[in-house]
Structure formats: C-alpha cells, structure tokens
Nanobody
Framework: QVQLVESGGGSVQAGGSLRLSCAAS???????MAWFRQAPGNEREGVAF???????RYAESVKGRFAISKDNAQNTLYLQMDSLTPEDTAMYYC?????????????????WGQGTQVTVSS
C-alpha cells in the first residue's frame, strides 16, 4: 500500500516558480511516479513522469519549464515549475503505479494524493 501526500502549492504571478513535493509512505524506487493536473471542467492530464531508472517524460505544454525528480532515500517526488503561466492553474496530483513503466493515462495509476492547488495570476 502506498500513501501520497502533496505539498508546495500556492498562488504566484505569471513568470514565477513553485516546487511541489510528494511524500510517499511506501517504497518508490521500483515504481513509476508522476504528476497530473486537473483544471475545472477539464480532464486530468499527465504533466511529468519518472520511471524506476530515472527516465523522465513531459507533456508538450510544460517541456523546458517543469522538471520532475525523486529522492528514493527520502521517498519523495518533486516537481519544479518555472516560468509559470495562468494556463498552469490547476489542482496538481502526485500519482504512482505498481509497475515501473509510465503510461500517460490517469487510469493506469492506482495511487493518488489528495492534490495541491496551484494558481497563477497574470
């Protein structure tokens, strides 16, 4: 069983930065971990993914601005978000799945945090 707790959300102006953290209760070194986001009226979309070996993948909309990383010793996942725009405003969720590969769809992930709100003003 894995429990995920996000932190680090908040309100920033466009162009600003935030760093999200996700503390995992169970082991994570062999799992795929990811960050998803969901804005009101939109589907939950995958933002950044990191597999067991540390290979990362990003949504086109955040490439070059966001960076996902993990600290296996601390069981913590991070999302560094730079050059934020109002379009990045959403609830951000940490997610994990039992296997090491990283599909893009939210339905492939069995473990979710409660979410942390990110609001970017223009």
């Amino acid at each position: 069983q894995v429990q995920l707790v996000e932190s680090g959300g908040g309100s920033v102006q466009a162009g600003g930065s935030l760093r999200l953290s996700c503390a995992a209760s169970g082991y994570m070194y062999s799992r795929c971990m990811a960050w998803f986001r969901q804005a009101p009226g939109n589907e939950r979309e995958g933002v950044a993914f990191i597999d067991f070996s540390g290979v990362t993948r990003y949504a086109e909309s955040v490439k070059g601005r966001f960076a996902i990383s993990k600290d296996n010793a601390q069981n913590t996942l991070y999302l560094q978000m730079d050059s934020l725009t109002p379009e990045d405003t959403a609830m951000y969720y940490c997610a994990a799945r039992h296997w090491s590969d990283c599909p893009s769809g939210a339905g492939a992930y069995g473990y979710w945090g409660q979410g942390t709100q990110v609001t970017v003003s223009s």
